[in-house]
């Protein structure tokens, strides 16, 4: 595997390249998604990668893929990464990183569960009392723990676009009221479950998001990357502190520093300094390590 990978070019149709995934297409049913060592920040892609990144995402996820089946099938498929790439160099490039996965059709909505006031949900609620129309007790401070986790879903935006959180009458209009319902509990279980899991190994989830598609049959599946620091904010518990801005183990890092720029947070992204790269290849293998081993 190579220690950093920006950008993959491999002897399959590319379909898409995301802000951090490239996806092929691996005949009619299937797909192989490459997750890079690319990141983005406010919905932009900045220049520079962090090493081991990627295998760190594909590993975290597959973990959870692992734990959550109970719950909900997922899109990982048995089909081994040297069945659709036999050239040995360009699989060697990939490996630990790639992942051959069932075609299905995507939903349009990111199901994004909250269990704490923070970021744009600490905005919101500062401006109105609540998150994403879902009213909250008076009084609580940045970062604190939510009575219980709420579902707050955004549209899923192209790249360089921004998400758009949306309401969950919203959500009914565009997916049907049963599966917007199937989407909302489906999505509250797992959080629940895994920030359960998380927290007895000293990782606050604050909060995350899911996607899902469809299979053939019109059934739920996960897709996509599950709990991970790129899809979810991780906290450590032993420095969590109501009332302040909780050091992270995910990208947060970067965007605070970002946060310190002269940057209108639009294309092309800031270069990052070494030691700013450095300390969030760190992060995301301290959070691998905490969960998976």
Same mark, same amino acid.
């Given at each position: 595997?190579?220690?950093?990978?920006?950008?993959?070019?491999?002897?399959?149709?590319?379909?898409?390249?995301?802000?951090?995934?490239?996806?092929?297409?691996?005949?009619?049913?299937?797909?192989?998604?490459?997750?890079?060592?690319?990141?983005?920040?406010?919905?932009?892609?900045?220049?520079?990668?962090?090493?081991?990144?990627?295998?760190?995402?594909?590993?975290v996820s597959n973990f959870?893929?692992?734990?959550?089946?109970?719950?909900?099938?997922?899109?990982?498929?048995?089909?081994?990464?040297?069945?659709?790439?036999?050239?040995?160099?360009?699989?060697?490039?990939?490996?630990?990183?790639?992942?051959?996965?069932?075609?299905?059709?995507?939903?349009?909505?990111?199901?994004?569960?909250?269990?704490?006031?923070?970021?744009?949900?600490?905005?919101?609620? $500062?401006?109105?009392?609540?998150?994403?129309?879902?009213?909250?007790?008076?009084?609580? $401070?940045?970062?604190?723990?939510?009575?219980?986790?709420?579902?707050?879903?955004?549209?899923?935006?192209?790249?360089?676009?921004?998400?758009?959180?949306?309401?969950f009458g919203e959500t009914?209009?565009?997916?049907?009221?049963?599966?917007?319902?199937k989407i909302r509990d489906?999505?509250?279980?797992?959080?629940?479950?895994?920030?359960?899991?998380?927290?007895?190994?000293?990782?606050?989830?604050?909060?995350?998001?899911?996607?899902?598609?469809?299979?053939?049959?019109?059934?739920?599946?996960?897709?996509?990357?599950?709990?991970?620091?790129?899809?979810?904010?991780?906290?450590?518990?032993?420095?969590?502190?109501?009332?302040?801005?909780?050091?992270?183990?995910?990208? $947060?890092?970067?965007?605070?520093?970002?946060?310190?720029?002269?940057?209108?947070?639009?294309?092309?992204?800031?270069?990052?300094?070494?030691?700013?790269?450095?300390?969030?290849?760190?992060?995301?293998?301290?959070?691998?390590?905490?969960?998976?081993?």
């Amino acid at each position: 595997m190579k220690e950093v990978l920006f950008e993959t070019s491999l002897d399959l149709p590319l379909i898409h390249r995301g802000k951090v995934r490239d996806i092929y297409a691996v005949g009619d049913a299937h797909l192989l998604i490459v997750t890079t060592d690319r990141l983005s920040a406010f919905d932009v892609i900045l220049p520079d990668p962090i090493p081991g990144k990627g295998a760190v995402l594909t590993q975290v996820s597959n973990f959870w893929f692992r734990q959550t089946r109970k719950i909900i099938r997922n899109h990982l498929s048995d089909i081994p990464l040297a069945e659709v790439l036999p050239d040995a160099s360009q699989r060697a490039e990939v490996e630990g990183r790639a992942i051959v996965v069932k075609k299905l059709k995507a939903l349009p909505v990111e199901a994004i569960v909250r269990g704490y006031l923070i970021g744009s949900g600490w905005k919101d609620y $500062q401006r109105s009392g609540g998150v994403c129309g879902i009213p909250l007790p008076k009084g609580l $401070q940045m970062a604190d723990r939510l009575p219980e986790a709420i579902f707050t879903p955004s549209t899923k935006a192209d790249v360089g676009d921004h998400d758009e959180n949306i309401d969950f009458g919203e959500t009914k209009k565009l997916l049907g009221a049963e599966l917007a319902e199937k989407i909302r509990d489906v999505s509250l279980k797992i959080y629940t479950s895994c920030a359960a899991y998380a927290r007895e190994r000293g990782i606050i989830i604050a909060d995350t998001k899911f996607e899902f598609g469809l299979d053939e049959n019109g059934e739920l599946v996960l897709i996509d990357e599950v709990l991970t620091p790129d899809s979810s904010r991780f906290w450590p518990l032993d420095t969590y502190k109501p009332g302040e801005s909780p050091e992270s183990f995910d990208k $947060q890092f970067v965007r605070d520093y970002l946060e310190t720029l002269d940057w209108d947070k639009t294309p092309p992204g800031p270069k990052l300094p070494e030691d700013i790269i450095k300390k969030t290849a760190a992060k995301y293998r301290e959070a691998q390590v905490r969960l998976t081993d």
